[in-house]
């Protein structure tokens, strides 16, 4: 682990790459439960996963939004693929749930067994991602034009702006003048010893919280030799002082990079992430109304780790960050 102390070890929820007996231990169901609109005219079920409040959005544009997001990275369905159970994923996104099991494997989201070879194109639903991306790029351009990528002449992703918190920081940490990274220092600060500030673990937390609807941010972050740092989000109520366990048993979900280049998800045991590419820009996802956070390498789009639907508290959560020695990691933009 980082700098700063020691700590309990961590519990939580693997998705990717995990043994397919864990779905039916660890992962819990969905809180809303997945309804379908029944068979297509073409007899295809498109078997659409609710989501709390998704149609009874003011805005028709969000609710075709949020059918249109894979469960697991938190993005538009890129190749949707239907499994036996009804449900649908990316191609990619099962695939990576899927890496290193058997021929047979589970839902992630319903955790029934399925054959991993069974996986339906749903055409019908890559149709309704592009008219959902179509409504969306129309709807920003009816607003001013403000919510439009000049670049890709797309719908604009919605990024919270995030900065750190000085007085949550261990005292060690030195965060930029705006609040926009933070680095270890050479020498220990003497700060106030506030009640909100980390006094064993190298930490720091975002100023701001969460408590509904889904919010990403980016976290720019160094791969040298010997440096480590842990990127996620923590509830408001996290322990501050002394030992704390860096788990969701201790109110935080995390990705780190151990100081030997080992990356892994604070789990209880840690989960190793066997990463095809070394990522330099985390994404991190939380959707607050389901209670799941997804890690993506925003490089390539590529998801890193999912803790599942239910997984995060219902309370106020915060950007989260560890920062070893000689490591830096900043927010972007």
Known sequence: ???????????????FGTPKSWHARQQPSSPSGCTGPGPSPGGQDLGFCAV?????????????????????????????VTLECGHNFCRACISQCWEGSDTAASCPQCRETVQQRNLRPNRQLANMVEITKRLSLQAAKGAGGDGVCGEHQEAMKLFSNVTLDPDTAYPQLILSEGGKSVRWGDTWQHLPNNPERFDSWACVLGCEGFTSGRHCWEVEVEVGVGQSWAVGVARESVGRKGGISLSPEGGIWAVERCWWGQYQALTSPETPLPLSRVPRRIRVCLDCDRGQVTFIDAGDEAPIFTFPPGSVPGERIRPWLRVGGRSQLRLCP
Do not use: D, I, R
Not at 64 to 74: G, K, M, N, Y
């Open 1 to 15: 682990m980082g700098q700063g102390g020691g700590g309990v070890k961590k519990f939580g929820a693997p998705l």
């Open 52 to 80: 709390p409040g998704a149609m009874a959005a003011e805005n028709p544009v969000e609710s075709l939004q949020e059918e249109a997001t894979c469960p697991v990275c938190l993005e538009y369905f890129t190749e949707p």
